[in-house]
């Protein structure tokens, strides 16, 4: 499966930005599904999930309460909804998809595709 994530951009703090990522090649409708960041000079770090079954969705700590991920099956996207974006959210943001159905994925390792990144800038 390809991913192409796209939506990022300059952004005030405060504002809110919606992330979309685009599968192609396969159908992901029952893959677990998840959004990750890396910041320039840090790791990657986890910022949602959301289950190959849809039942469950999990998010990062620092992005609880103002991220949302969500997925339209009928359009093969999923989408991360930021809200009340912060400086320290800049970062490149990524996409991945993960086929096993096998619970629920947190770690990037448990992701075996991924997106080319979008870029999220944040100015104070």
């Known amino acids: 499966v390809q991913l192409q994530a796209s939506g990022g951009g300059l952004v005030q703090a405060g504002g809110s930005l919606r992330l979309s990522c685009a599968a192609s090649?396969?159908?992901?409708?029952?893959?677990?599904m998840g959004w990750f960041r890396q910041a320039p000079g840090k790791e990657r770090e986890f910022v949602a999930v959301?289950?190959?079954?849809?039942?469950?969705?999990y998010y990062g700590d620092s992005v609880k309460g103002r991220f949302t991920i969500s997925r339209n099956n009928a359009k093969n996207m999923v989408y991360l909804q930021m809200n009340s974006l912060k400086p320290e959210d800049t970062a490149v943001y990524y996409c991945a998809a993960d086929p096993r159905r096998l619970g629920v994925p947190l770690r990037d390792v448990e992701f075996e595709f991924w997106g080319q990144g979008t870029e999220v800038t944040v100015s104070s």
């Open positions: 090649g396969r159908i992901i409708s029952r893959y677990g």
């Open positions: 959301i289950s190959w079954n849809d039942d469950y969705t």
